[in-house]
């Protein structure tokens, strides 16, 4: 059982970083060089409406995964790493849930009324919020890696 506790926590962990990657460094450029607001915001609502239907699941199966094997070993014997990993995924999930019911909720709002500027500008604080879910997904990794 523990096998596939942790085979999903990584699978979802694998998943949400790597979408997280993907918009950051392919997507986002590519949409930029190719593609004027009026198509490319539009563009990125839909990927990102759909990645963050995966990324709503993965927290769930993070949640209930880590903590499965958390509270299988007990809190006070669990190794620092796991710890500081779960209190980095609480923060990642906080973080989200601030992106997804701030900066997007207003990205999707501005799209709908073909406010170009404003659009650009959300999707601006989006990557800004990624890529500190990315870094902190960094960290809780080391952590685990490092001192468990």
Do not use: C
């Not at 995964?65 to 006070?76: D, I, Q």
């Not at 779960?86 to 906080?94: E, N, Q, R």
């Not at 989200?96 to 709002?109: N, T, V």
Request: glycine residues 10%.
């Amino acid at each position: 059982m523990h096998a596939l506790m942790k085979f999903l926590h990584l699978a979802a962990a694998i998943a949400w970083l790597g979408g997280i990657s993907f918009m950051l460094f392919a997507l986002r450029p590519a949409a930029a060089e190719q593609l004027a607001p009026p198509q490319r915001l539009p563009l990125i609502v839909q990927v990102l409406r759909r990645f963050f239907v995966g990324v709503w699941a993965g927290i769930a199966v993070l949640l209930l995964t880590g903590l499965a094997m958390l509270l299988a070993v007990g809190m006070k014997s669990a190794p620092t790493g796991w710890h500081m990993m779960f209190g980095l995924g609480l923060l990642m999930f906080a973080l989200f849930g601030h992106l997804y019911f701030g900066p997007f909720r207003r990205l999707k709002q501005a799209v709908a009324a073909s406010d170009w500027p404003e659009g650009g500008r959300r999707v601006g604080q989006i990557a800004t919020l990624a890529m500190a879910n990315l870094a902190l997904g960094a960290l809780a990794i080391a952590a685990v890696i490092f001192l468990a």
